[in-house]
């Protein structure tokens, strides 16, 4: 029997015969790279929502402090309000109280000792400017009676000098008109006298004198 020559389609031996057939190929190293691709792309993401949020948190921090102090500055305008809403009523209200100091002036010293009629009518006159000083008073405002103080321009008015050698220069010594202040404002400046040509004032330290500060209204030196 004659021998079967070898069959090259045998799938088998071809199989056999094929070197590295059955291995597996190499990996390529494309996956690698695309993944640190995404990577980075995914810390790029990050960092800008991070850079977004930062931003939105300053601008919320913003808005907040802007929103705190619309509220102090209304909150403040409110308080203003109330303290000087009276003001244009006291200015009219004090020219009243000028009245009643001007009426008790006018009775010369003595004279209502000697006549009862006249002690009677000028105890009610001083009354009802005390009710009215103590009416102001309640409501904040408060009357300046600066005698024997130093000139401040920006409570007084200095409508005269006087030479005086005893006193400090600078020193209220005469009252012409008195003054009145609300809260903390200057309602009507005191219009006063001012001695001129005596010592210098004393400095703020000494027994709580305190010179008056530069002004165009502070009379001028000896």
Known sequence: M???PPNDSDPKKNETEQPGAASEPAAPSQPQSAAAQGAKSLQEVVAALQAEVDDLKDKWLRAHAEMENTRKRAEREREEAAKYAITKLAKDIVGVGDNFQRAID???PGAAEKDPTLKSFLDGVTMTERELLNVLDRHGIKRLQPINELFNPHL??????????DVPSGTIVEIYQAGYTIADRVLRPAMVGVAQGGPKPRAPNDAGAVPPPAN???????
């Open 216 to 222: 165009e209204n502070t009379p001028p030196a000896a």
């Open 2 to 4: 004659a021998n079967t």
């Open 106 to 108: 006018a009775v010369p």
């Open 156 to 165: 007084h008015e200095a409508v005269r000098q006087i030479p005086r050698s």
